[in-house]
Structures are given as structure tokens and as C-alpha cells.
């Protein structure tokens, strides 16, 4: 069984055990319709790293800086990993050059976000074309059930802006779906602003077409568009 199977199943477990059968079934019917043809669009948002850290309104949560697949493994055999990460996708984003911010309580893995700082990482995602090169943060971060709402994708995510700012980053970019409202409003509050759009067409979960063009002021980018056959990664969370 594929890893990429076993990452679908453990999804399905977790929303059988969570939301029950009828939630299920829609869910699937989603996923159906999704890889037959999708049609979504999107918000660009651009931070200049200067928003100030945010609070940690977890009691012991701990954080950790990820940055190869063999540490990445070695989470794996030292703390329980929950139904829903994509424990596949995130080691072949080490490969190319990604890095995680991985969050525990006790025993336990509940957050992870992702932190693009490679060209090759930034691949993965067929939108990436569009944006000016540079540092992207959390475009598929994943909090188990149980911790969200409590601030944990905040505060990941103002640790991760502040790791691209030591570095020496003048930017970040995220890319949310129009509807994510929870999430949209979440990196607001971060500092970011909205530097443009775009809409994806998807077919097959192989065939994309896609444009993006700059909302802001005087902007020098105009409208481009890109046609792409091959896999690609939804953002979650």
C-alpha cells in the first residue's frame, strides 16, 4: 500500500471517528468531484516580517525545528503522531529543501508547519510560479482536532516568520483559499497583507490551469497564467 493510501485511510479514520459516517460520505463525495474537476481561487499575501511575535495560549506546548527526513523519523519513533498528517508529503518537502516547525504537547505531535525555502520545495505547489521568489510559510500546516481554535497555528506560524527573519528574510507569502476565512484572518493578524489573486482549474489531479495577477498599488507584475500536467499538493487546515 502506497504512502500516499495510507495517508487517505488515515483521513477517513479520523473523520469517521470525529464528525461520523454521514460526514463521511460527503466528504468523499467531495473528494470525487474535486479529482474529477476543481475550481478554486485564492488569495496571495505578502509579510514584511515586522509584525510582533504572538503569545502561546497553550499550556506546555513545546516547539521544535525540523530540517531533514532522518529527524523527521526519529519524531515518528519518539512521540505519537495523530490520524491527518501527511507524514508523506512532509518528508519529501524535507528532500527538496523545506523545513517544519513541528508542535508537542507531552507524548504527542499536534501541529506542524511548513516554512518553503527552497526553489524545489516551492514546486510542489503550482501556484508558487506566480509570486516573486521568496520564503513561504504554513501553505499546508495541519493542527490535530483536538487543539484547534487554541492558537496553535498562530503561534507556529509567528515563530516560523521570526526563524525566516534571523535568517536574514525580508519577506514571506501565503496562499489561502477565498473561503478560508479562519485562516485568512489568522495571518492578517501576523502582518500579512494582500498582494493578489488567482483562480486554479484542476482536472484528474494532474492537469492544472492557472492565472494570478497583483492586487496592490502599483504593482509591475501583470496577469499570468500557467499550464501544468503533473501532482500537486492542496493546501490543508
Not at 505578502?46 to 497553550?58: G, I, Q, Y
Request: glycine share 6%; proline share 3%.
Amino acid at each position: 500500500m502506497s504512502a500516499r493510501v495510507k495517508q487517505r485511510l488515515s483521513k477517513a479514520r479520523l473523520i469517521l471517528r470525529e464528525e461520523g459516517r454521514l460526514a463521511l460520505f460527503k466528504k468523499a463525495l467531495v473528494s470525487l468531484k474535486q479529482a474529477l474537476c476543481l475550481y478554486s481561487c485564492y488569495n496571495i499575501y505578502e509579510s514584511a516580517l515586522d509584525a510582533p511575535p504572538v503569545a502561546c495560549k497553550v499550556n506546555d506546548l513545546v516547539l521544535k525545528l525540523v530540517t531533514s527526513e532522518k529527524e523527521f523519523e526519529q519524531i515518528g519513533n519518539d512521540y505519537l503522531i495523530g490520524e491527518g498528517f501527511n507524514i508523506a508529503r512532509d518528508k519529501e518537502l524535507l528532500r527538496l529543501g523545506a523545513v517544519l516547525y513541528c508542535a508537542f504537547i507531552g507524548n504527542e505531535l499536534i501541529h506542524v508547519t511548513q516554512i518553503f525555502v527552497s526553489r524545489r520545495a516551492h514546486k510542489i505547489y503550482p501556484f508558487s510560479f506566480a509570486m516573486p521568489f521568496g520564503h513561504t510559510v504554513g501553505l499546508a500546516a495541519f493542527t490535530t482536532p483536538n487543539y484547534r481554535r487554541k492558537g496553535c497555528h498562530a503561534y507556529t506560524r509567528s515563530k516560523a516568520l521570526q526563524y525566516l527573519r534571523e535568517k536574514g528574510s525580508s519577506r514571506a507569502w501565503d496562499v489561502q483559499n477565498k473561503d478560508n476565512i479562519a485562516v485568512r484572518d489568522s495571518v492578517i493578524k501576523l502582518g500579512y497583507y494582500l498582494w493578489g489573486e488567482g483562480c486554479r482549474l484542476r482536472s484528474f489531479s494532474r492537469f492544472t490551469l492557472e492565472w494570478t495577477r497583483p492586487k496592490m498599488p502599483g504593482a509591475s507584475r501583470r496577469t499570468r497564467f500557467l499550464l501544468r500536467w503533473g501532482k500537486n499538493y492542496q493546501s490543508a487546515d
